[in-house]
């Protein structure tokens, strides 16, 4: 299929409450925000509602299983978190191509995931390498180490620099159910031969189940349960592999009380200590569990 500026791919999907559980326990983010409706139903969302790289990962599966298609290669992600998306609510997933790269071989993409009342779950901009495109990875992007001036150095237990971290090595099983709960079938998460073939070691971390492992930091300890995830940026200069040791941490930038904001940077390093992912984040921290 050629690649045209504004070609646009439509799909809808809804979550129950099994589901959140069950992304709760792949993710290791169980915020219960997500998995506890009576802790929920006391903040401002008023019931459970959708982990941010739940739905990311269901932007994702429209990018392998309907344009630009499987073996589609994901390098960069930002997202705006907008509107919760509730249990039961059918959202639209709509994404749009902004610009073609021909001699990269790359695509950037708008993507939306739309509430029913026409109001927008998140919205952001995706940067994709094209199928059949080897070594894609561009390596790191040095503006995800710029922070700026934080208003204050404390916000209730939170301080300026303060960081957490957490190991993790993701399994062929964890690939595997996010492939069941997702319905993302790409051969870069699912094919150990096909990933072989074109010139990696193994089967490859999804971008949505690597990065929940900064969900799993912000949502359980820094700055803890009850986080709200506002905006994240992701970048992925190298691949991840399966069964690799990865190390998240996530460091408090800023901090502006009057708002009840933190900034966060991420990164996700192999037992090598090459970083796999980039990450800028905003989160509110009004309903903080004491």
Known sequence: MPVTVGHTEIFKRSFSQDDFDRFARLSRDDNPIHVDPVFSAQTRFGGTVAHGMMLYSTICRLFSTRFPGNGTLQIQQD????????????????????????????????????????????????????????????????????????????????????????????????????????????????????????????????????????????????????TNWLKQNLHFPAAAYVGDRITAQVEITRLRPEKNLVNLAGTCRDSGGRRVCQAQTLVLVQDLEE
Request: hydrophobic fraction near 35%; charge should be negative.
């Open 79 to 226: 997202l705006m978190f907008q509107n919760p998306t509730y249990t039961h609510t059918d959202v639209t997933v709509r994404c749009e191509v902004l610009a073609v790269f021909e001699s990269q071989g790359r695509i950037e993409m708008k993507t939306d995931i739309v509430l029913p009342d026409g109001s927008k779950a998140c919205d952001g901009r995706a940067l994709l390498v094209l199928p059949g495109i080897a070594d894609g990875f561009p390596g790191i992007d040095p503006d995800y180490d710029c922070h700026k001036p934080s208003e204050a150095k404390h916000l209730r237990h939170l301080r300026l620099g303060q960081t957490a971290s957490v190991q993790r090595s993701f399994t062929d099983e964890d690939l595997d159910t996010y492939a069941d709960l997702i319905g993302d079938t790409n051969a870069w998460f699912v094919d150990k031969e096909y990933s072989q073939e074109n010139g990696y070691k193994d089967r490859l971390i999804p971008g949505p189940l690597l990065s929940s492992m900064f969900s799993e930091l912000l949502g359980t300890r820094l700055p803890g349960r009850g």
